[in-house]
Structure formats: structure tokens, C-alpha cells
């Protein structure tokens, strides 16, 4: 979003009482000037009266969103499954336990264990429908290099093609 809508003033970036948002420079991959966040360094922590939204003069972060929780900073993914300790049986759930969208952006789904045969795994699922992207579950995750990272909506997200018609889908044009 702020790529392409903001006009990189860095007034969220100043607004932003917890240091979270920094500015790319010419060495950071970004478009220089444009806002951005390292969700493993200092996650968003969902500031009730959204102080970077209310400064913004672009409408790249709206002002008019009532509620943090239905912002979309990008999508929590979990990439690295063979790495992730619920995977392994273990249980960790540290990700699940520190969402601020708890048994909303990230559930745990019992699943067997087929390596013991025996146990239960309680496995991390993200909610792409809730999750803010607020990077919490990366900053907290216990592996050296996080399981679970927060992408860009546009990299974590297909898009279903409009040609597409779902037929059991009555009374919304077989459209989802």
C-alpha cells in the first residue's frame, strides 16, 4: 500500500509512538522514502487511535478505519512447516498465544501425530480474513529464524480470476 499511494512525507513514521515504522534508504530494496516495518525487529502494536492513519495526507493508511483490527498491514504466513515445533509435536503455540486477534488470525488445529502415532499436534492456521499483519507472531516465534513471517498481501495472496463461477454458491451470482 504505501508504495503506491504514499507520498513518503515520514509523518507516520513520526506518529508512530513505538519506533515501529522506519523509512527505506536507497540500500533497503524499497523505493527510498517509503514506510515500512521489520515485524522480527518491532512488530506493530496495534495502537487503539492509530495515530500513523490519522496523519496520513495520502489516504495510503486510511483515516477512516474504526478499529486496528480491520487494518491489513500484510499476511502472517507460516513457511516453514519442517522447522515450526507444533509441527514437530511439540508444543510451543507461542505465536498463537501472543496474536492480538487470539482464535481469530491464528488458531490451533489438532491434527495427529503420525510420527508417535499417538499424540495430538496442535498446529498453527493463519485466518487471512483477520489477520492484521501486525508481525507479532514473527517477533515472538522461539526458532533462530522465524517459521512464521509476516508478507506483503500481494506475495501471501492469490486472486481468484474473474472468469471463475462457483455454481454452489446460490444467491451471490456463483461469484465469491
Given amino acids: 500500500v504505501f508504495a503506491s499511494a504514499g507520498v513518503r512525507c515520514g509523518q507516520c513514521v513520526q506518529a508512530c509512538p513505538y ?4 523509512l527505506a534508504t536507497l540500500a533497503s530494496g524499497l523505493s527510498a522514502g517509503t514506510p515500512y516495518f521489520v ?17 496520513c495526507p ?13 487494518s491489513r498491514m500484510g499476511l502472517a504466513v507460516l513457511l516453514d512447516q519442517e522447522n515450526c515445533l ?19 488470525a491464528i488458531t490451533l488445529e489438532l491434527d495427529r501425530n503420525m510420527r508417535t502415532g499417538k499424540h495430538a499436534r496442535f498446529l498453527p492456521t493463519v485466518h487471512s480474513d483477520a489477520c492484521t499483519g501486525c508481525g507479532k507472531c514473527e517477533k515472538v516465534c522461539v526458532l533462530e529464524q522465524p517459521a512464521i513471517k ?4 500481494s506475495l501471501a495472496k492469490g486472486e481468484l480470476g474473474h472468469h471463475y463461477r462457483f455454481g454452489w454458491l446460490e444467491g451471490k451470482d456463483g461469484k465469491s
Fill in 19 to 22: 519506533d515501529t515504522l522506519k
Fill in 39 to 55: 515485524a522480527r525487529a518491532i512488530p506493530c502494536e496495534m495502537c487503539e487511535d492509530i495515530p500513523c492513519a490519522k496523519v
Fill in 58 to 70: 495520502s489516504g495510503a493508511l486510511n483515516k477512516d478505519i474504526a478499529s486496528i483490527d480491520d
Fill in 86 to 104: 507444533n509441527f514437530q509435536g511439540l508444543r510451543c503455540d507461542v505465536c498463537y498465544r501472543e496474536c492480538p486477534k487470539i482464535d481469530e
Fill in 150 to 153: 509476516v508478507l506483503p498481501l
